[in-house]
């Protein structure tokens, strides 16, 4: 069996590695892929917003299955593009990628079906936006519409911090046209919470829980980046909470995609704050979350071939999907200076006897030699019994990898540490 899966980071690397232990796979080809995966699968250099020629070039392989992974190829229409040339996708179509696509659609829509969220306003008017600021309480956070490669949310703390962000989405344009329009929301204190779900539009399976670490330096300083990286479960979210979810969030978030037309398959990622008010829906996320994924899906115990094909199919209910009931952390090394500049271009060294557990985002092969190529190197995942253990064994991993300009948080899992001791 011929895969294409479509993307080039940490996530599709995990994603591919786990879609090889299924014996009926052949050949895995990723567009674009990189430097690491390329040691996993077939690179081909084709963008991964590059659709018509993702569809051409899986009509010219013969591709049994596509996985696209990334938000922006599945906002695009990727999945689209590829089932019309009769190739079975998992992911949703473009008019239910639109759930991450725009902010405004999302927060419309859980108004509308009444899916706790935050209080919110929107704005198409920057003057409208600023008037509104001048009473609206603080700190609030502020919401670029359209997709903003994770960094199109701030959160302010002051009215000028506010009225600054307005103007640099909305005048300047610092995330182009996704700032045509702005939410401007509540602002929500507690726990966050990632759950990732496989869903075939009428079943919702939760995948294992998980805490994501967005801030670049340690004890949550520093710029919020795409993530420093992750355990699982996270010790939050109690089987209480996530019947609560099930009922309220994931389950009428399903219902109301679908009495919009907008039937979702795929995986859908809710994003998660356990407020003194119960759980809200920060965001959703079409896809798997990067770098969520390195650790929910070293904790699949089920075939992820055959999951994926059950949400395309929609015999999602007929399926087994098991987690391992055991905990696990992904630490990610970065290029010193991410998320804002930073130098690119070093040799990286892995042992071999860790390349399992290693997950590559931003390398590039010249010459034989793996070379960094972006902001987040790699994610460094263990899995053991304990949390203690995991954290423990990511670290020792890290250690044994080497690039010049290696830069890394100290401290992941800590937080999830001390909430599962108290």
Same mark, same amino acid.
């Given at each position: 069996?011929?895969?294409?899966?479509?993307?080039?980071?940490?996530?599709?690397?995990?994603?591919?590695?786990?879609?090889? &232990?299924?014996?009926?796979?052949? &050949?895995?080809?990723?567009?674009?892929?990189?430097?690491?995966?390329?040691?996993?699968?077939?690179?081909?250099?084709?963008? =991964?917003? %590059?659709?018509?020629?993702?569809?051409?070039?899986?009509?010219?392989?013969?591709?049994?299955?596509?996985? *696209?992974?990334?938000?922006?190829?599945?906002?695009?229409?990727?999945?689209?593009?590829? &089932?019309?040339?009769?190739?079975?996708?998992?992911?949703?179509?473009?008019?239910?990628?639109?759930?991450?696509?725009?902010?405004?659609?999302?927060?419309?829509?859980?108004?509308?079906?009444?899916?706790?969220?935050?209080?919110? %306003?929107?704005? @198409?008017?920057?003057?409208?936006?600023?008037?509104?600021?001048?009473?609206?309480?603080?700190?609030?956070?502020?919401?670029?519409?359209?997709?903003?490669?994770?960094?199109?949310?701030?959160? =302010?703390? @002051?009215?000028? %911090?506010?009225?600054?962000?307005?103007?640099?989405?909305?005048?300047?344009?610092?995330?182009?046209?996704?700032?045509?329009?702005? *939410?401007?929301?509540?602002?929500?204190?507690?726990?966050?919470?990632?759950?990732?779900?496989?869903?075939?539009?009428?079943?919702?399976?939760?995948?294992?829980?998980?805490?994501?670490?967005?801030?670049?330096? $340690?004890?949550?300083?520093?710029?919020?980046?795409?993530?420093?990286?992750?355990?699982?479960?996270?010790?939050?979210?109690?089987?209480?909470?996530? %019947?609560? !979810?099930?009922?309220?969030?994931?389950?009428?978030?399903?219902?109301?995609?679908?009495?919009?037309?907008?039937?979702?398959?795929?995986?859908?990622?809710?994003?998660?704050?356990?407020?003194?008010?119960?759980?809200?829906?920060?965001?959703?996320? !079409?896809?798997?979350?990067?770098?969520?994924?390195?650790? *929910?899906?070293?904790?699949?115990?089920? $075939?992820?071939?055959?999951?994926?094909?059950?949400?395309?199919?929609?015999?999602?209910?007929?399926?087994?999907?098991?987690?391992?009931?055991?905990?696990?952390? !992904?630490?990610?090394?970065?290029?010193?200076?991410?998320?804002?500049?930073?130098?690119?271009?070093?040799?990286?060294?892995?042992?071999?006897?860790?390349?399992?557990?290693?997950?590559?985002?931003?390398?590039?092969?010249?010459?034989?030699?793996?070379?960094?190529?972006?902001?987040?190197?790699?994610?460094?995942?263990?899995?053991?019994? @304990?949390?203690?253990?995991?954290?423990?064994?990511?670290?020792?991993?890290?250690?044994?990898?080497?690039?010049?300009? =290696?830069?890394?948080?100290?401290?992941?899992?800590?937080?999830?540490?001390?909430?599962?001791?108290?």
């Amino acid at each position: 069996m011929k895969i294409l899966v479509v993307g080039g980071g940490g996530r599709e690397h995990a994603i591919i590695k786990k879609l090889k &232990e299924n014996k009926t796979v052949t &050949e895995i080809f990723a567009t674009p892929g990189n430097g690491g995966i390329a040691k996993d699968a077939t690179c081909v250099d084709i963008g =991964a917003k %590059e659709i018509d020629k993702i569809a051409a070039f899986a009509m010219e392989n013969a591709i049994d299955y596509a996985v *696209v992974a990334p938000d922006d190829p599945l906002v695009l229409g990727c999945v689209d593009a590829l &089932e019309e040339k009769g190739i079975p996708c998992f992911g949703p179509r473009a008019n239910a990628a639109i759930i991450e696509g725009s902010k405004v659609f999302s927060k419309n829509l859980m108004k509308k079906y009444n899916i706790p969220t935050a209080a919110y %306003e929107v704005f @198409t008017d920057m003057d409208a936006a600023l008037t509104y600021l001048d009473t609206a309480p603080i700190p609030t956070v502020i919401k670029a519409d359209g997709l903003a490669l994770g960094k199109g949310v701030i959160i =302010a703390m @002051t009215r000028k %911090e506010a009225k600054d962000a307005v103007r640099s989405m909305m005048a300047d344009k610092v995330f182009g046209k996704s700032g045509d329009q702005i *939410v401007i929301e509540e602002f929500l204190t507690g726990p966050e919470v990632s759950v990732l779900s496989f869903t075939d539009g009428k079943t919702v399976v939760p995948m294992i829980s998980s805490m994501d670490h967005k801030r670049a330096g $340690d004890n949550d300083t520093g710029l919020n980046t795409g993530g420093m990286g992750t355990v699982a479960p996270n010790p939050y979210y109690t089987a209480e909470l996530a %019947e609560e !979810c099930m009922q309220t969030i994931f389950l009428p978030t399903i219902a109301a995609m679908n009495a919009e037309g907008r039937k979702f398959k795929g995986c859908l990622y809710f994003g998660l704050m356990l407020t003194p008010n119960g759980p809200k829906v920060i965001e959703y996320n !079409c896809r798997f979350g990067d770098p969520e994924t390195q650790v *929910v899906l070293p904790l699949l115990e089920s $075939d992820l071939l055959t999951v994926m094909q059950a949400t395309t199919n929609g015999t999602l209910a007929e399926t087994e999907v098991k987690f391992a009931d055991k905990n696990a952390c !992904c630490v990610i090394m970065a290029s010193k200076g991410y998320p804002t500049a930073y130098e690119k271009g070093y040799e990286m060294t892995i042992p071999e006897v860790i390349w399992d557990n290693v997950y590559v985002a931003g390398a590039a092969l010249k010459d034989g030699k793996l070379l960094t190529n972006g902001g987040r190197v790699l994610g460094a995942t263990a899995v053991a019994d @304990t949390l203690d253990q995991a954290i423990d064994s990511a670290y020792k991993m890290v250690k044994t990898i080497h690039f010049d300009n =290696a830069y890394y948080r100290n401290d992941i899992g800590a937080k999830a540490l001390k909430a599962g001791r108290n």
